[in-house]
């Protein structure tokens, strides 16, 4: 029954912007603390954001500045709008329920010239 759908990724050049949604059905979603991750090939999946559910956000040291996580409770929605973005950024990004572990099935986002 809970799913997350996450859309948005793509192929964009560094110094370019991209913004990936997560769509959530299922749950009480205003009642969820909503994070975004990111993971490369080989690599361990790490955090980039979360927002809890009445907008306060935190980000991991690597991505503040550059990214911007938002959400609409009346959509049921999370966005992370991604500027400046650079090769190392290349991951697939998934959304997640911080509060209990439901995952999205990621989106890919890929930045080269």
């Known amino acids: 029954q809970v799913q997350l759908v996450e859309s948005g990724g793509g192929l964009v050049q560094p110094g370019g912007s991209l913004r990936l949604s997560c769509a959530a059905s299922?749950?009480?979603?205003?009642?969820?603390?909503m994070g975004w991750y990111r993971q490369a090939p080989g690599k361990e999946r790490v955090l980039v954001a979360y927002?809890?559910?009445?907008?306060?956000?935190t980000y991991a040291d690597s991505m503040k500045g550059r990214f911007t996580i938002r959400r609409d409770n009346a959509k049921n929605t999370v966005t992370l709008q991604m500027n400046s973005l650079k090769p190392e950024d290349t991951a697939v990004y998934y959304c997640?329920?911080?509060?209990?572990?439901?995952w999205g099935q990621g989106t890919q986002v890929t930045v080269s010239s």
């Open positions: 997640r329920t911080m509060n209990m572990n439901y």
């Open positions: 299922g749950i009480i979603f205003s009642s969820h603390v």
């Open positions: 927002i809890t559910g009445s907008g306060g956000e």
